[in-house]
């Protein structure tokens, strides 16, 4: 029997669903952080940033590598702030950003 060169679709889908959830969770970690912390306060691209690395420490505390690629992760999911924009309703677009992560 030959050797597979392409793993089959429903390897490829559990793969990427093991290497979705870490995302989709500390998404929604975010989410509810902002949405429980000040919700009513403007959002920043800054603040932006500085959640989305602190996110990845809180995944990985002990691994400066995969908390990197998870930060760099997240911020791809994270939509801009281009708009001014409270913390609250940057939660939502995170919770929705969430659900196309899995």
């Known amino acids: 029997m030959p050797d597979r060169t392409h793993p089959p679709i429903q390897d490829e889908a559990l793969r990427q669903a093991r290497t ?3 995302i989709r969770d500390s998404l929604r970690y975010i989410a509810t952080r ?3 912390r000040r919700p009513q306060v ?3 691209d800054a603040a932006r940033l500085a959640i989305a690395l602190s996110a990845a420490y809180v995944v990985h505390p002990r691994n400066d590598d995969a908390a990197e690629q998870l930060e760099r992760d ?3 999911r994270m939509p801009y702030v281009d708009r ?6 940057y ?7 969430s659900w196309s992560a899995s």
């Open 20 to 22: 979705d959830a870490p």
């Open 84 to 89: 001014p924009i409270t913390r609250g309703e």
């Open 91 to 97: 939660a939502l677009l995170l919770n929705k950003a």
């Open 74 to 76: 997240l911020l791809q």
């Open 34 to 36: 902002l949405a429980d």
């Open 42 to 44: 403007l959002m920043t």
